[in-house]
């Protein structure tokens, strides 16, 4: 069976429209507190300013790596492989051609 | 005659602000400090906390103002940022607790009040007592619903919860808040 504390639920009821009245905040923290938070966003911008400039100055360099790398991988990808295929066949025409020479 | 000077609205101090105007930022902390101290002294320990909540809550409106969209209130808006920094806060302070050794804390929730009826500071010293007691999303929901007075939407908006979690997570704070009452009632 569920009983419901009437009483408790009457107490927490009046605790809170007793605290809702209340005004825990001091006003005087409020004097000059757009003040103190312009110099703080001032002293904020002033501390990522100088990331964002060399964020800047790095553009080119990334540029230029992006393109040697894109040429790296062009130059690989086209050029002749040499294979082990390659390798071996070369290896046959001349045990062929020594085989031809010699008779056998 | 000179024509009365309009008052900016929210909006086009926004747009000021992100054009690089401080001193719009300004008026907008101008305008909103006094319910954004309000609503963090309901979870700062003091002065110091409630200083810096305030701070941090409109330095993060400030580095977000782009995505600030102008379908809701700016006063919406920064009231959404401010309860996550609060609810962050709280967070912090939990696992701080969790680290402190059991004998070493606390747990009076204040003296009785005089009368059955306790007066407003009376009534805030002991429940924010025993809302330090809380778990963070508890002592959140509590806080919005209980002395705020938001409705289950607002708080839903404003933490980012469904209505029904709201529902679910304000009926089992309550619970609790009850029973560390009640018990601190009995030890008495």
């Not at chain 2, 902390?29 to 979870?43: C, D, E, G, N, P």
């Not at chain 2, 010293?125 to 999303?137: F, G, T, Y």
Request: with cysteine; aromatic share 8%; glycine share 6%.
């Amino acid at each position: 069976m569920i009983v419901k504390n009437d009483n408790g639920d009457d107490r927490l009821e009046r605790l809170f429209a007793a605290a809702r009245k209340y005004d825990a905040c001091d006003p005087k923290l409020q004097y000059g507190f757009e003040t103190r938070m312009l110099t703080k966003i001032k002293e904020h911008r002033a501390a990522s300013g100088p990331f964002f400039l060399w964020a800047w100055r790095l553009i080119p360099a990334l540029f230029a790596m992006v393109l040697m790398l894109g040429a790296w991988i062009y130059i690989t990808e086209h050029s002749q492989p040499i294979g082990l295929n390659s390798i071996t066949g070369i290896n046959n025409e001349e045990t062929m051609l020594v085989a031809s020479l010699t008779g056998e | 005659m000179n024509a009365p000077q309009q008052v900016p609205t929210d909006e086009r101090l926004v747009k000021a602000s992100l054009s690089g105007d401080d001193e719009a930022f300004g008026e907008l902390v101008r305008r909103y400090k006094q319910k954004i101290f309000r609503l963090a002294s309901r979870f700062a320990r003091g002065s110091d906390e409630l200083d810096d909540i305030c701070q941090e809550a409109f330095i993060k409106a400030y580095q977000n103002l782009g995505k600030f969209r102008g379908d809701a209130p700016f006063e919406h808006w920064m009231t959404k940022i401010a309860v996550n920094v609060c609810y962050d806060m709280l967070r912090r302070q939990s696992r701080k607790r969790d680290n402190v050794p059991w004998d070493s804390v606390a747990f009076s929730v204040g003296d009785p009040p005089a009368s059955d009826t306790p007066s407003g500071e009376e009534a805030w010293e002991i429940l924010s007592q025993a809302m330090n007691r809380l778990r963070p999303k508890e002592r959140l929901v509590i806080t919005l619903l209980h002395l705020e007075e938001k409705s289950v939407r607002e708080t839903a908006t404003l933490t980012g919860w469904s209505e029904a979690n709201v529902k679910v997570r304000a009926f089992r704070a309550r619970k609790e808040l009850r029973r560390i009452l009640e018990d601190d009632r009995e030890k008495r």
